[in-house]
């Protein structure tokens, strides 16, 4: 038998010293590895949920307790100014219509920089706290001592389609799970006869990367989100005229009695398992979903409070989602997306994208998006929801402080803006971290994507470093090999 030659590092363990002295190296490797375990500085195994094929949406525990049962994100597509409503830098004032130190030579996304140009809405203080939020928004300003502010985000890129792929998934690139797909993976739902997490368009149409933000990616396609509006239910759920209600109920029964047999006889089939699953959810959709968008037995004082009955129809288009989202929480959905903004119509006429003339743009979309989430998280805390359910109200970056060369608007900002949260978990009335005098970069406890998404996982009691998905050869995860929770702001 021919043997085959030996490596060089075999040759070395023939004689009984190099054999001993290797060996007794990776015998203290092993003792080192054991004692990091021991004090916990060792990365954390991966943690893959067991999900019952039959059952993907059944309820699941936390890893740890969770502050909040469900999510709300509020997704303000074409990037909102963070100068012109939550950032106030009496700097950017003072300074008015001169240079941007260095501003001369910095070019972002379309061309070169103009002038500083201070906020074009007055900034008051608002509530007890005394923060100071500008006259763009009033409504939500008033509800400031219910909000916690993050100052100090930054992005990956100054693109709209790779930053809101960023923000909703993780990655700027495309064929990443969205966040929620990620939450109902991890934990189901509490509700057995609606979609476990519900995308939400705007009236005037989808984000710029349209379904990438409820798409399940490599996940197992159960836990892709379902988008429907208050304007467009879901189709093709009304029993046809010709079938009664009797009749309709007792070829269900007849179908679940055929499903429940087959899958008798093949127990270890889980993709039959799950298709049978999938139907059974459709079913259920059928009753429950046309009722959660039903509005009729919402008080015209609820209408009121939204804007539901407000003389500009998207305001009162858009009031509407507000009202289904609540309603989708209330039943128990785990997480909802909530969209203002489109880009069928273009840049910034449908959208917070304002380069060329921001003020009047502004004035047009501010309207649309103030009192229905001023009266969304009004309700929310009206009815005792905001003390298990986490409100996240985001967008994919910032703008400049400065206007750009030739135009009365602002152009991206990747390097510092604002989000906020509110509800279960977070603090109330308080601001962490901060940009610049300007409002250009953020400067103080600057955080990233990456530290959001770690804290809004944590609030619902799962541990980003461990919530984890093989694909090819790859433990992914929604914070990819980053993020820090953001401890700070936990109540």
């Known amino acids: 038998m021919q043997l085959e030659p030996l490596s060089h590092a075999g040759r070395g363990l023939l004689n009984r010293r190099d054999f001993l002295r290797w060996g007794g190296t990776g015998l203290g490797g092993i003792a080192l590895a054991s004692l990091l375990a021991e004090k916990g500085l060792l990365a954390a195994p991966p943690v893959r949920p067991l999900i019952d094929p039959a059952h993907p949406y059944a309820p699941r525990q936390p890893q740890f307790d969770a502050k909040a049962k469900r999510v709300l994100m509020i997704f303000c597509s074409g990037a909102l100014s963070h100068v012109d409503t939550f950032d106030y830098k009496p700097e950017l004032v003072r300074r008015h219509d001169t240079p941007l130190p260095g501003g001369d030579q910095l070019v972002t996304f379309q061309g070169g920089q103009g002038n500083l140009i201070q906020p074009l809405w007055k900034f008051k203080p608002r509530g007890e706290s005394g923060k100071m939020v500008s006259d763009l928004l009033p409504h939500m300003a008033e509800l400031a001592d219910e909000m916690c502010f993050i100052h100090s985000m930054t992005a990956k890129s100054n693109t709209h389609g790779p930053a809101e792929n960023q923000m909703s998934t993780g990655f700027v690139l495309d064929g990443f799970p969205g966040m929620g797909c990620w939450v109902t993976y991890a934990l189901g739902s509490e509700c057995d006869d609606l979609p476990a997490f519900v995308a939400i368009p705007d009236p005037r149409g989808v984000p710029q990367v349209g379904p990438n933000h409820w798409n399940s990616a490599f996940l197992p396609a159960a836990f892709q989100g379902t988008a429907f509006n208050a304007d467009k239910p879901i189709p093709h759920l009304a029993r046809p005229a010709t079938v009664s209600a009797d009749r309709d109920a007792a070829t269900r029964d007849y179908l679940k009695l055929l499903n429940d047999e087959h899958l008798a006889e093949n127990p270890y089939d889980t993709q039959l398992a799950a298709r049978i699953a999938a139907h059974e959810m459709a079913a259920k959709m059928q009753l429950a979903a046309p009722e959660v968008a039903d509005f009729s037995r919402e008080s015209t004082m609820t209408a009121s409070l939204y804007g539901a009955d407000a003389a500009n129809p998207l305001t009162a288009r858009f009031a509407k989602n507000c009202i289904l989202a609540r309603r989708l929480l209330e039943r128990g959905v785990r997480f909802v997306q909530l969209f203002n903004g489109a880009y069928a119509m273009g840049e910034g006429v449908g959208n917070w994208d304002g380069h060329k003339t921001i003020q009047s743009q ?130």
Not at 372 to 391: C, E, F
Not at 404 to 410: T, V
Not at 424 to 438: I, Q, Y
């Open 362 to 491: 502004y004035d047009i979309h501010a309207p649309i998006l103030d009192q229905p989430v001023a009266g969304l998280l009004r309700d929310l805390k009206l009815r005792g929801l905001l003390d298990d359910t986490l409100v996240v109200f985001v967008t994919e970056f910032g703008r400049m402080p400065t206007f750009q060369k030739g135009a009365s608007g602002r152009d991206h900002n990747p390097n510092g803006f604002t989000v906020w949260l509110a509800g279960a978990g977070v603090k109330r009335a308080f601001s962490h971290g901060a940009t610049d005098e300007f409002g250009y970069k953020a400067v103080e406890k600057v955080q990233t994507i990456y530290d959001l998404h770690a804290t809004i996982l944590h609030l619902v009691g799962l541990n980003h470093e461990q919530l984890s998905f093989y694909h090819n050869g790859i433990e992914r995860r929604l914070t990819d090999v980053h993020g820090q929770v953001i401890t700070n702001v936990l109540a």
